[in-house]
């Protein structure tokens, strides 16, 4: 049976979400940009992991994040110590991250552009389990990873002045297709140093938000069964929680 | 203190405090109920939850509740690009919502520090030139949508 079929499902789930869905599930079994397909399901699943992790449990109780506290992290991947550190991190905890410790991270297994693809992984995997949690379904059964080699495609047109890492200022001849120039909200700009971050970005955020011409209307609800009052209220309540200023 | 959320008048208070305030919007204390739940890895709570999945199903419809699960997913996803990247409010967006971050206590979060705070000018011109801003944004952003 192909992944996110919700064949039994109580609720109608609409035909966009599972393609979407089916799409990211596809794009994360492959070769990334800076990972393996097989480094790319590890993180998935370290996302997974990282829920039900008690140093990450006593971390975020505690008054700083970089507290010594003892323990390890619940992994079941061969993942290195920090990247599994980092995929926990960013899952439990992310609103307490700094530039300093980001900086600390990079270094022989972790440079910049594996950061920016790690939190592409992390985020992919976590909006779609979050979809199944609050729907009370169990998560989908994460990809058999496929072979091949990382692009290892780097854009051109970053800038280093806005962010913690990399973004693109100007589109080049290959990234014409991110966004219309000359300019787009940091947030979308944030993963470009990982274009096809920021295309697999664009298709779940138009299933699970509202197409990309409705963002700017206030008045426009995509056609959701919720208004637009309804999901803007979600969305701040999501960020309320999760200590997100931006 | 309440503000225009989407054309509708919301308690602010509500997005902050969460489903034990009333919001102004339309089932907004089962929508945030839905949001904490869901977001809450520290507890067995399926059974909780499946009652407010319940309710939402009898106050609005089944679509709704997917639709709103839809946004708690989306948004889950959000808040960790901005926060691991470490990128700032927009230069428009921070000046016209200095006032409501203020209300909301925003400033709070440890990632407040990455957005230059208004001075007295920016917040005035923020203030003042709200409907033109915002407007500028939507052009801008329309336009984007259009030449996509």
């Known amino acids: 049976m ?3 079929a919700y064949s039994n499902s109580p609720y109608p789930i609409r035909s966009d979400l599972s393609e979407a ?7 994360l079994a492959a070769p990334g940009t800076w990972w393996s397909g097989g480094a790319r399901v590890a993180i998935a699943q370290e996302v997974r992991n990282a829920r039900d992790c008690e140093l990450c449990r006593a971390r975020k109780a505690a008054l700083s994040p970089f507290a010594p506290i003892e323990g390890a992290h619940n992994s079941t991947t061969g993942l290195a110590p920090e990247v599994i550190d980092v995929v926990h991190r960013l899952t439990t905890d992310p609103s307490r991250l700094t530039e300093p410790w980001l900086q600390e991270q990079l270094g022989s297994e972790l440079s910049v552009g594996r950061y920016v693809e790690i939190i592409s992984v992390v985020v992919t995997t976590l909006c779609i389990d ?3 949690r609050a729907l009370g379904f169990e998560l989908e059964p994460l990809p058999e990873a496929l072979p091949g080699e990382p692009s290892r495609h780097t854009p051109t047109g970053l800038e280093e002045k806005t962010a913690w890492v990399p973004m693109i200022e100007t589109l080049g001849e290959t990234e014409q297709d991110l966004w219309p120039q000359p300019r787009m909200a940091n947030v979308i700009r944030a993963m470009s140093l990982v274009p096809d971050a920021v295309r697999l970005l ?3 955020s138009a299933a699970q938000y509202v197409p990309m011409q409705d963002v700017p209307n206030a008045a426009a609800d995509g056609g959701r069964a919720i208004s637009r009052a309804q999901i803007e209220f979600i969305a ?11 | 203190m309440n503000s225009q959320l989407a054309g509708e008048t919301t308690n602010l208070d509500a997005i902050r405090e969460g489903s034990g305030v009333t919001s ?9 109920r839905l949001v904490e739940l869901t977001l809450d890895d520290s507890a067995d709570n399926a059974d909780e939850l499946a009652g407010v999945r319940d309710a939402i199903v009898a106050a609005m419809d089944a679509p709704a509740l997917v639709d709103a699960a839809a946004v708690i997913g989306n948004f889950q996803r959000m808040v960790r690009i901005a926060d691991g990247t470490g990128i700032p409010l927009d230069k428009q ?3 016209i919502s200095a006032d409501v971050r203020d209300e909301l206590r925003l400033n709070e979060f440890g990632s407040a520090n990455l957005t230059p705070a208004p001075g007295p000018i920016g917040r005035f011109l923020g203030r003042h030139l709200r409907p033109l801003l915002i407007k500028g ?6 336009q984007a949508a259009a030449d996509d």
């Open chain 1, 2 to 4: 192909q992944p996110f």
């Open chain 1, 21 to 27: 869905y089916r799409h990211a599930w596809t794009k």
């Open chain 1, 130 to 132: 979050s979809f199944h």
């Open chain 1, 202 to 204: 664009k298709v779940l």
């Open chain 1, 236 to 246: 701040a309540r999501v960020s309320a929680i999760n200590d997100c200023f931006y």
């Open chain 2, 24 to 32: 102004g919007v339309p089932d907004g204390e089962l929508l945030s």
């Open chain 2, 93 to 95: 967006v921070a000046m």
């Open chain 2, 137 to 142: 944004i939507q052009m801008g952003r329309t």
